[in-house]
């Protein structure tokens, strides 16, 4: 039996209200994820900031919208090697204001800086 690589991307198939609500076209105002990469259908992922492999918990105040490439580049390096603080602001200005019945972008933005405190990142 000959075994060869998978030659296909890995999933990234977590779900989460804030990726539901981006499919569906309920925050009109987020085009770009928290590399500044621009989203689209096909390419928008789930960025855990801590990563999984870290402990990180798919909770949405550990998550932000990325492209599936910017994603796998990262791995699970430490994100302050990864994020600038005016590509992250820019990525969070996106959600002022916004709110469906599922998700307050106001809220959102509150957790993400936290959790950035938290792993030493200071906005």
């Not at 009109?28 to 096909?42: A, I």
């Not at 105040?61 to 820019?90: E, F, H, M, P």
């Amino acid at each position: 039996m000959k075994i060869e690589p998978v030659k296909t991307q890995p999933s990234f198939g977590y779900s989460n209200i804030l990726k539901t609500e981006w499919q569906k076209g309920r925050l009109k105002s987020v085009k770009y994820g928290f590399y500044g990469d621009l989203l689209t259908k096909g390419t928008v992922s789930l960025e855990h900031l801590q990563p999984a492999s870290k402990g990180g918990k798919t909770t949405l105040s550990n998550l932000v919208l990325a492209s599936k490439n910017k994603n796998q580049l990262r791995g699970n390096a430490d994100i302050s090697l990864c994020a600038d603080k005016t590509t992250v602001l820019n990525y969070l200005m996106q959600f002022v204001g916004v709110k469906t019945k599922h998700f307050n972008g106001n809220s959102y933005i509150k957790s993400i800086i936290k959790t950035l405190q938290i792993l030493g990142i200071n906005l």
